[in-house]
């Protein structure tokens, strides 16, 4: 009987000991979780177009064993903005002239749409450098250029032609050349005249009261009145004007006194 008991003590240990434990139940697939996906490599972002911009093409690489390219040296200004006069110098020079007499107008800029070197920033129609001395049509030319002309004249020109024969009074200037954008002539012409600029104004002759016309020629060896005239008015051109070019100095300048202001280095002057 007891050891009946003892028996009946020990049973149920030992079936927990033989028997395992039940699994542990699993969660229906769709209740787990879903995997983490792999991190996908990074890509870097476009950068966006500048808006109203359009990429321009890739300056080319130099070739191998080929030197780089020259950098493209900025171009400077118009030639005639280099010789604008300051607003003293030029209403200085406007009173200058009316104080000599001259009839003038103040016109607007002349520029050229071919060649941007040529024009005048302050240009003046000039009808009359001195009281009684008429340039048909009048000229177009920088203010500078029209006073040593009315100086020229007033000082040396009419003086001397009152010593021609018949003491004639001098009363218009037939012009050459006045404003015009070409090319120097008598040269290589590489380079613009200073009639591009309103710097320079050809006689072709000089006309008197009397009707007479005195034609700019040549007139060397003549040994006449003539001759010692047109010598001393071109000769005496020299002090107010930096170029003087005329009959004999080339072919070109056989027909009129060629006047100009160019600015030189040093002061110095070209008469011919």
């Known amino acids: 009987m007891r050891a009946l008991l003892l028996a009946l003590l020990l049973l149920p240990g030992l079936a927990l000991a033989q028997d395992p434990p039940a699994p542990r139940p699993m969660a229906p697939a769709e209740e787990r979780p879903a995997p983490r996906p792999a991190a996908e490599p990074a890509v870097p972002a476009a950068r966006p177009e500048p808006q109203g911009e359009t990429p321009g093409p890739e300056a080319p690489k130099p070739q191998e064993g080929q030197p780089a390219p020259e950098p493209v040296e900025p171009a400077g200004p118009p030639v005639h903005t280099t010789l604008r006069e300051s607003d003293f110098d030029h209403s200085a020079c406007l009173l200058e002239l009316t104080l000599l007499g001259a009839d003038y107008a103040p016109q607007a800029p002349l520029t050229d749409p071919d060649q941007p070197d040529c024009g005048i920033d302050r240009p003046i129609l000039l009808h009359a450098p001195l009281p009684g001395i008429e340039i048909p049509g009048g000229a177009p030319m920088r203010c500078d250029t029209a006073r040593q002309l009315a100086h020229w004249l007033r000082d040396f020109v009419r003086p001397a032609s009152a010593l021609l024969p018949g003491q004639p009074r001098l009363m218009a200037l037939e012009p050459g050349s ?7 002539v008598g040269n290589d012409g590489t380079g613009l005249s200073e009639h591009a600029f309103g710097n320079a104004f050809d006689i072709a002759a000089f006309r008197f009261d009397d009707g ?5 020629e040549p007139r060397a060896d003549k040994g006449d009145l003539a001759e010692a005239f047109q010598r001393a008015v071109r000769g005496a051109a020299c002090l107010y004007f930096t170029t003087v070019l005329g009959p004999g100095a ?12 160019k600015a030189r280095r040093g002061g110095w002057r070209l008469c011919q």
Not at 212 to 216: G, H, L, P, T
Not at 253 to 259: F, V
């Open 212 to 216: 007479s016309r005195f034609a700019v």
């Open 178 to 184: 006045t404003y015009q954008c070409r090319a120097t």
């Open 250 to 261: 080339n072919a070109a300048h056989d027909n009129h006194l060629h006047l100009d202001i």
